[in-house]
C-alpha cells in the first residue's frame, strides 16, 4: 500500500493560483498513474488530471483544460497539481490517487488504488 499526503490548499480569490502536492511513500512511486481527483459539498467526486509513471502523458478534464498542470517528480516521490485562472466552480476538496496497475481509463476513480486525505481548496468570487 502507498501512503499519499496532499498540502498546498487554502483560500484564493477568483482568478488567482495554488499548487498542490502530493508526498507518496513507496519505492515504486515511479511505476504508478497518478491522478488528481475532486468533490465539491453535494457533488460526486470527479476527474480533474492524470500523468503517466514516466511524466510524458498527462490527461485533464474539460473542465481543467488550459488552466491546471499536472506533475511529478519521480527523484522525490512527489506529483503536483499547478492551478491557474482558478474560478469559483473550482472549490472542492482535491484527493491525489495512485494506480498500483495500469488503468485503462485514467479518468475513472474506481481504477485507482491509494487515495490521500484531501486538502480543501475555496475559491471566492
Known amino acids: 500500500q502507498v501512503q499519499l499526503v496532499e498540502s498546498g490548499g487554502g483560500l484564493v480569490q477568483a482568478g488567482g493560483s495554488l499548487r498542490l502536492s502530493c508526498a507518496a511513500s513507496g519505492r515504486t512511486f515511479s511505476r504508478y498513474v497518478m491522478g488528481w481527483f475532486r468533490q465539491a459539498p453535494g457533488k460526486e467526486r470527479e476527474f480533474v488530471a492524470a500523468i503517466s509513471p514516466s511524466g510524458t502523458i498527462t490527461s485533464y478534464a474539460d473542465s481543467v483544460t488550459g488552466r491546471f498542470t499536472i506533475s511529478r517528480e519521480n527523484a522525490k516521490d512527489t506529483v503536483s497539481l499547478q492551478m491557474n485562472s482558478l474560478k469559483p466552480e473550482d472549490t472542492a476538496v482535491y484527493y491525489c490517487?495512485?494506480?498500483?496497475?495500469?488503468?485503462?481509463?485514467?479518468?475513472?476513480?474506481?481504477?485507482?488504488?491509494?487515495w490521500g486525505q484531501g486538502t480543501q481548496v475555496t475559491v471566492s468570487s
Open positions: 490517487a495512485n494506480s498500483r496497475r495500469s488503468p485503462r481509463r485514467w479518468s475513472d476513480g474506481y481504477e485507482y488504488d491509494d
